[in-house]
């Protein structure tokens, strides 16, 4: 039983050496201890407020990206309703272009017929006037062969010819 039984001194210089070091680790241990757990729990607290700022300048870009695809969309739609009335604004100026071009053209065609027909109208008295003289010349030619005819015209004549003036 002597093992479970210890004596004094073993006792006495056991507690001294704890005591040594404890004091030790009190004078230079547990101040590097505690000085490793302050800068761990600063480094942690550093990475939690790193985290935090990371998450709201993330929370703060998606606003920001929502923001500017909302105004890109609505840039986009702008856009494409100008587009639209540009679009109709030249079918209406060619349509307009086209309608004056299609009333010159049917003045020019009218005018073109108008002096067409004139024309014809021309050609058609010349023709009639001559077939008239070429008809009188010939029917005067046979009244006039006689002389008595040809006296009687020329006193009418000259009848029509005081009455006039």
Known sequence: M???TPDFGLVFWMFVSVAILLLILYKWGWPMIIKGIDSRADFI???VEYAQNAK???EH???????YLAEARRQQAQMLREADKMKNQIIDDARSAAQ???QK?????KLAIEQERKEAQLQFRNEVSTFALDIAAKVV???LQDK???SRLVGTLLDEMETQN
Do not use: I, T
Request: glycine letters at 4%; hydrophobic letters at 35%.
């Open 61 to 67: 870009a998606r606003e920001e990206s929502d923001k």
């Open 141 to 143: 030619r046979n009244q």
């Open 148 to 150: 008595n005819a040809q």
């Open 105 to 109: 053209v049917m003045e020019a065609a």
């Open 45 to 47: 607290n550093s990475g």
């Open 56 to 58: 709201e300048q993330l």
């Open 100 to 102: 004056k071009e299609a």
């Open 2 to 4: 002597e093992l479970f």
